[in-house]
């Protein structure tokens, strides 16, 4: 594997997107490598992790009881609170931030928000096997609503392998865990998040893609004030080359994750995550830790996550201070045009 923001390979000239009928799924044509699929406790992954790079790992058995998990077991054991279910007109779920949605003039939701009880999910599952105009993906972050059986699951994922992780890797706090629960096919568009992220597959296949922070400037986020702040804003089926030229260096890795295998996604890790299309429903849980506090003395060149948070604060800073989001762009433009050349 090649070292942070080093990988190998050209970059795209002809764009095409190739449909695999066996599987469902497309390749596409930007050079992916595989990430390692390692042991936790082989030397490799711990270099791997330390630099803080993607790796699959077996044998943590850290979601081991809920590798049990079903459909009627979660039905009889999640308790009878409400939760959040997305809707999809396509398999695409492209997240964004409610808080935001004013910060645009017309946004349109890209799906729609749902609070059910489970068993209402597990109902209106079952009315959307067959369908191909709507798609349904709960995701929800595990709280102690649940009931008995499911806490006594939880207690007994592997705390005691994870703390030693959060130690070793000087991480902070562990901020959430969602469960994901979604159909054969459902994508989660090319994102990233601002934390570390210990991604284990329960039920089914997911296809991954993971881009280093160092495609920014390939990958397009949209501006940090818009609800899509985070995600890519290119069309990996039909990228706009006019508007995204960089597009065509974009470079990254890939692998598939397996029930019982954990997927190392590193915080500024762009990531684009997929169901297998011909696989079944598909159970996820994610572990989100903070980063670890930062070093009282700062290495230069700054790395490419530093320049991604560096870049978010600045836009945070120009758009609190100017009130109006069309304004950030000219701002910076004055700044750069004919002077920064
Ligand atoms: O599994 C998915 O569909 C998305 C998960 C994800 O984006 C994440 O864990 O950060």
Same mark, same amino acid.
């Given at each position: ?89 396509? %398999? ?7 808080? %935001? ?18 068993? %209402? ?194 836009? %945070? ?25």
């Amino acid at each position: 594997m090649a070292e942070k923001g080093e990988e190998s390979s050209k970059p795209v000239e002809k764009y095409e997107v190739v449909f695999d009928e066996a599987t469902g799924l497309k390749h596409y044509p930007f050079p992916l490598e595989q990430v390692p699929r390692l042991h936790w406790d082989d030397p490799t992954a711990d270099h791997l992790m330390t630099h803080e790079m993607p790796v699959v790992l077996t044998g943590t058995e850290l979601v081991e009881p809920a590798l049990r998990w079903t459909l009627p077991y979660l039905e009889d054991n999640i308790g009878s609170s409400k939760h959040t279910v997305y809707i999809s007109k396509t %398999k695409k779920f492209l997240y964004f931030d409610d808080k %935001k949605v004013n910060n645009v003039p017309d946004f349109r939701e890209p799906m729609k928000k749902r609070e059910w009880t489970f068993s %209402k999910f597990v109902d209106e599952l079952k009315g959307h096997i067959d369908r191909t105009d709507e798609y349904l993906y709960y995701q929800d972050t595990l709280t102690d609503t649940v009931g008995t059986s499911i806490k006594h699951d939880f207690v007994h994922f592997n705390w005691r392998w994870l703390n030693d992780r959060k130690k070793r890797y000087n991480w902070g706090q562990l901020t959430t865990n969602l469960l994901l629960i979604g159909q054969p096919g459902n994508i989660s568009p090319c994102h990233y998040d601002e934390q570390h992220n210990y991604f284990c597959q329960v039920m089914g296949e997911k296809r991954c893609m993971l881009f280093s922070p160092s495609n920014f400037d390939k990958l397009y986020p949209f501006p940090v004030a818009h609800p899509c702040d985070r995600q890519t804003q290119v069309d990996f089926n039909n990228p706009d080359f006019e508007k995204f030229p960089n597009f065509r260096d974009v470079k990254g890795y890939e692998c598939m994750v397996k029930p019982g295998e954990v997927l190392y996604i590193p915080m500024y890790w762009w990531h684009w995550i997929e169901g297998l299309p011909k696989g079944g429903i598909t159970i996820s849980i994610t572990f989100w830790y903070r980063s670890g506090p930062v070093p009282n003395k700062i290495q230069y060149p700054l790395n490419d996550q530093q320049k991604t948070a560096i870049t978010r604060n600045i836009e %945070k800073m120009l758009h609190e201070a100017l009130q109006d989001p069309a304004e950030v762009a000219p701002l910076l433009r004055m700044i750069v045009e004919g002077r920064y050349i």
